[in-house]
């Protein structure tokens, strides 16, 4: 089992940063892909980053592509999510998970874990 707690959300103004974390338990962190993803009221979860096992391999949804960071802490058994020009847009609750796999993967059916969620809130 693997328990992950999401931290870091918040209200900022578009353009700004915010950076979300997400701490999980258990010895095997590194053996799982690290995956952050969002839903907006009324919408489906999207996909929006994920990191390998390593860290080594990273992959992006196209609406943040260059604005987002994800970054991994294996030491840490902490995953984190760098966030840099906020639009409105970005305004979700945000979701991290545990693939079931080292690889990278986009698909949230292939995730065997998930933290509660944090709010993340973009004001125009």
């Known amino acids: 089992q693997v328990q992950l707690v999401e931290s870091g959300g918040g209200l900022v103004q578009a353009g700004d940063s915010l950076r979300l974390s997400c701490a999980a338990s258990?010895?095997?962190?590194?053996?799982?892909?690290m995956g952050w993803f969002r839903q907006a009221p009324g919408k489906e979860r999207e996909f929006v980053t994920v990191?390998?096992?390593?860290?080594?391999?990273?992959d992006y949804a196209d609406s943040v592509k260059g604005r987002f960071t994800i970054s991994r802490d294996n030491a840490k058994n902490t995953v984190y999510l760098q966030m840099n020009s906020l639009k409105a847009e970005d305004t979700s609750v945000y979701y991290c998970?545990?693939?079931?796999?080292?690889?990278?993967?986009?698909?949230?059916?292939?995730?065997?874990?998930w933290g509660q969620g944090t709010q993340v809130t973009v004001s125009s």
């Open positions: 998970g545990a693939a079931r796999r080292t690889g990278v993967v986009r698909n949230q059916y292939q995730y065997a874990y």
């Open positions: 258990g010895r095997t962190f590194s053996s799982y892909a």
């Open positions: 990191v390998s096992g390593s860290g080594g391999t990273t």
